[in-house]
Every structure is written in structure tokens, then in C-alpha cells.
Nanobody, 125 residues
Framework: QVQLVESGGGLVQAGGSLRLSCAAS????????MGWFRQAPGKEREFVAA????????YFADSVKGRFAISRDNAKNTVYLQMNSVKPEDTAVYYC??????????????????WGQGTQVTVSS
């Protein structure tokens, strides 16, 4: 069993920055992949970024490359999404997720089997 709790969402001005956190607990995830997804009203959930816990390898959606960064803190069992140069199009509920089965690094929703509740990010124009 894995539990994920997101935090850090809120209202931010276009061009600004925001850092989201996802605290994980429940069992060891040294072989896991942790990812961030987002879902805007009327839109399908889409991949944002992922990090393989053991290696630190990362993968980003084209829409956020160069603007967002993903990292993890081993001591705190927490993964972060640093959002820079945010745009109104980034407005969505952001979810963290875990691939606990194979620790694959990639964008497919079906690879992830644990999900947090989500945190709202709103970017004003």
C-alpha cells in the first residue's frame, strides 16, 4: 500500500513559479517511478513529468520541457514539481502517481497504480 499526498497548489500569475510537493508513504519505493499528471476541466488527464527514484532519470512532456523540473528528496520521501514560467494553459488539477510494479519511466497513465488526491493550480493571465 502506498499513500500519496500532494501540496503546494494555488493561484499564481502567468510567468511566475510554483513548487508542488508529493509526500509518499506506505512501503519502500526505491524501485518506483513517480510521476506528475494534470487534468483541466473537460480535458483528459495528461502526463507532465516523471522521475525514476533509484537513478534520478527524468522524462518530461513536450509542453513543459524547459519550464518544469522534477526532483526527489530521499530523506523526506518526497517528489517535487518545480513549475517555472507558468502559462494559463498550465491551469489544472495536478496529481502525483507511482508505478510500483516495474518502475518504468514514461508517460502512460496505465503504468501508474497509485494516485494522490490532486492539488489545484490556477494560472492567471
Amino acid at each position: 500500500q502506498v499513500q500519496l499526498v500532494e501540496s503546494g497548489g494555488g493561484l499564481v500569475q502567468a510567468g511566475g513559479s510554483l513548487r508542488l510537493s508529493c509526500a509518499a508513504s506506505g512501503r519502500s519505493f526505491s524501485t518506483y517511478t513517480m510521476g506528475w499528471f494534470r487534468q483541466a476541466p473537460g480535458k483528459e488527464r495528461e502526463f507532465v513529468a516523471a522521475i525514476r527514484w533509484s537513478s534520478g532519470d527524468t522524462y518530461f512532456a513536450d509542453s513543459v520541457k524547459g519550464r518544469f523540473a522534477i526532483s526527489r528528496d530521499n530523506a523526506k520521501n518526497t517528489v517535487y514539481l518545480q513549475m517555472n514560467s507558468v502559462k494559463p494553459e498550465d491551469t489544472a488539477v495536478y496529481y502525483c502517481a507511482v508505478d510500483s510494479k516495474r518502475g518504468r519511466l514514461g508517460p502512460k497513465i496505465d503504468w501508474y497504480d497509485y494516485w494522490g488526491q490532486g492539488t489545484q493550480v490556477t494560472v492567471s493571465s
